[in-house]
């Protein structure tokens, strides 16, 4: 089972972090309603986006063994894997093939959710991030605790401290601008010196056979376009059907994410270096990753997960998440989306306590550019946790089920369909409330946020009515 | 691997599935700014982000930016001899000052020199995109990559009559479902930046601190 309640209750202790989550969060929530005023322009594009990952969805393996069969005729190189497991070692094959020593990353979700960087390393590979955030919080070894900004959880205090312990010859500063230059003479030689580059793809174009990628800082671009050996993993549900469904696509996930128009760069590949082109990668490979992800495509509603466009606006939105940070989830899609994504990826043994980290309050539904019904999944995630069945779309269903909450339930359900037993439920319980404790049991945990016990009432509303004169029904 | 190619493969098949529903794209047909709108609306967008802007003309430009690398004292400027604007360069660039480098071999031969020699790199652009302050850019073998990437300065030259409204309308008006890709498509919509420390925003953190934009009428 999972830890995150108690991951949970120390993160609600540590005031830094908290004020870190809930100033980043607020600026990206006003940066981003400030991209969406025009609220009929915001209910267009978000129908458009969602039908454009509908109608992917609803083609999906044709249009994967389309992208495929472009992006062969290309030059790219396809591969697929079903597990995290086989697409370590399809990249591995690649970079020992070549005898690749280094690897540059660009930011790359399915690439934390493989693990790949420990994978790499136990190889003797070494593989590095680029993207400022990611470079941050390898260099003190944690994980990302952002799916867009990964380092979201320090303040500059603290990656000044880390730059001058760990970064040669770096003197102490909290000038952002200094920093950021530590961080690009660094990083400069090592994308001049490495044999291979690893990126994500934000939409792979089936017609086409292109893979997309949007960025601000250039690393993404530097990584699939100077080493001699390009990698691009990718989650199956990238694909998406013709190169015209990008654009509103793109719209929606840069302003969603962080309140931009556009990012800085939108760098869409369709090929390794041509004949006669002075750069480029002489070889590019696209690694195809399930882990999971035909299993919830096996199931209509599990399926609507799957047209995620990673922007974050439903972990901005939060307020479990601005509240804990990202790094209790102890997942690499945390927020929102992880509360429905991980237990659907690693089971319901491991994570399936994340469905239950939610009010349902719908704030993460009201901002998806894609329409998830976030709200509905948890829900259907949480029955699924309690309900064992053979041919259940989730690993290890009813992994969660408690014999003592079955039991409460099934005496409530007893007891609310019998008038007998109700009523005398009710009269028991108005009678004797005085001499129950003040709290007992789960209720014990409930009353420590402050909380007071309520009361039941002596006379039940059927007795108080009767007591007026009006008849029972 | 084809054997998980094909059980991937076989399970999404066996899954059900519905027809696929329609996509209503109004909402990118509707979008309009009046040509004589649209070059202001870009260089508001992109100096909002820091990109620099200059005005020349299509005779000039050449001279105009020797003369602007000289004053701004950036001493070199990376260019592709075989492009239509590095052909250019090439013939009118005047003596002394600013020095033309030409991109005229792999990168893999001159990496040392490109990503430590040279303070600059020339591209031409497809045109401009209104909505978003975008430029377009197509390399080539020509026009490699790496010059609107490793040089610290990009300078970029934008014809005023090829803006578009949208990259959705840019992308249909071009035909680009219709036609070869390159290698590598681009949109520029200024210099590399990030808000990675703090949010605090900070230019030039991988790709050019400086992205200067010569329109050329």
């Known amino acids: ?473 | 691997m084809p054997d998980a190619r094909d059980s991937i493969l076989s399970r999404l098949r066996a899954a059900p599935r519905g027809p696929a529903p329609g996509s209503d794209f109004s909402v990118m047909e509707d979008r309009f700014f009046p040509p004589e709108e649209r070059l202001a609306r870009l260089r508001k967008m992109m100096e909002a982000v820091s990109a620099e802007f200059f005005e020349t003309t299509k005779a000039d430009w050449p001279r105009f930016l020797h003369g602007l690398l000289v004053q701004q004292g950036i001493g070199s400027i990376l260019y592709g001899p075989g492009s239509e604007a590095g052909q250019r360069l090439a013939e009118e660039w005047p003596e002394g000052g600013a020095r033309a480098v030409a991109y005229d071999r792999p990168m893999d031969s001159f990496k040392e020199e490109m990503f430590n020699g040279v303070e600059a790199g020339l591209t031409s652009t497809l045109g401009g995109i209104a909505e978003t302050g975008s430029l377009i850019l197509w390399p080539s073998a020509d026009e490699p990559r790496a010059l609107s990437l490793v040089p610290p300065v990009h300078v970029a030259l934008l014809d005023p009559d090829k803006l578009h409204n949208t990259f959705w309308q840019a992308m249909r008006a071009l035909g680009w479902s219709q036609t070869q890709m390159p290698a590598n498509a681009l949109l520029v919509s200024g210099p590399s930046k990030t808000t990675d420390i703090e949010q605090t925003l900070a230019y030039g953190v991988h790709g050019p601190k400086r992205l200067i934009v010569l329109i050329t009428r």
């Open chain 1, 1 to 473: 089972m999972g830890n995150f309640g108690p991951a949970a209750r120390e993160a609600l202790k540590d005031g830094q972090l908290r004020s870190n989550f809930r100033r980043a969060m607020d600026g990206l929530m006003s940066k981003r309603a400030a991209l969406f005023a025009d609220q009929d322009e915001w209910t267009r594009l978000r129908a458009l986006g969602e039908s454009i990952k509908a109608r992917a969805l609803a083609q999906l393996p044709e249009l994967l063994e389309k992208l495929e069969a472009n992006c062969r005729k290309n030059g790219i190189q396809v591969h697929w894997a079903e597990t995290t497991a086989q697409a370590n070692d399809i990249i591995l094959g690649l970079l020992q093939k070549r005898g690749a020593k280094t690897l540059v990353k660009g930011k790359s979700m399915v690439s934390e959710e493989m693990h790949l960087n420990a994978f790499l390393e136990g190889h003797g590979i070494e593989a590095l991030e680029t993207d400022l955030g990611e470079y941050v919080i390898q260099l003190d070894h944690e994980a990302p605790s952002h799916i867009i900004m990964p380092a979201i959880h320090k303040n500059k205090q603290q990656i000044a401290r880390l730059f001058s312990e760990k970064i040669k010859e770096a003197q102490y500063t909290e000038d952002v601008d200094a920093l950021t230059g530590m961080a690009r003479q660094v990083l400069r030689r090592k994308f001049r010196e490495a044999d291979a580059g690893l990126s994500g793809v934000n939409f792979a174009v089936a017609e086409t056979g292109t893979l997309c990628l949007v960025e601000n800082e250039g690393n993404g671009r530097l990584c699939t376009t100077v080493p001699p050996l390009h990698i691009a993993v990718m989650g199956l549900e990238k694909v998406v059907e013709r190169l015209e469904d990008v654009p509103p696509l793109i719209s929606l996930l840069t302003r969603s994410a962080t309140g931009q128009p556009i990012t800085t760069y939108v760098n869409m590949i369709t090929s390794p270096r041509r004949p006669g082109e002075k750069d480029g990668p002489e070889e590019v490979h696209l690694v195809i990753l399930d882990n999971g992800r035909s299993r919830s495509y096996s199931d209509e509603q599990l399926r609507r997960t799957l047209q995620c466009i990673r922007c974050g606006a439903c972990m901005n939105h939060c307020p479990v998440y601005t509240r804990v940070g990202g790094h209790a989830y102890n997942a690499p899609y945390p927020g929102p989306i992880g509360k429905i994504l991980m237990p659907q990826i690693e089971g319901m043994e491991a994570k399936g306590e994340l469905a239950h980290a939610s009010s349902l309050c719908n704030a993460c539904v009201e901002v998806c550019p894609v329409k998830i019904p976030i709200a509905e999944l948890l829900v259907r995630l949480r029955t699924e946790g309690a309900h064992a069945r053979a041919d259940a779309p989730v690993l290890q269903p009813g992994a969660e089920r408690s014999t003592a909450e079955a039991l409460a339930w099934k005496m409530w359900s007893r007891m609310a369909t019998s008038p007998t037993a109700w009523k005398m439920a009710g009269t028991m319980a108005g009678t004797f409330d005085p001499l129950m404790p003040e709290a007992f049991g789960p209720l014990a945990d409930w009353k420590k946020g402050g909380r007071t016990r309520p009361r039941f009432a002596k006379k039940s509303l059927h007795r108080l009515l009767r007591d007026k004169g009006v008849p029972d029904a």
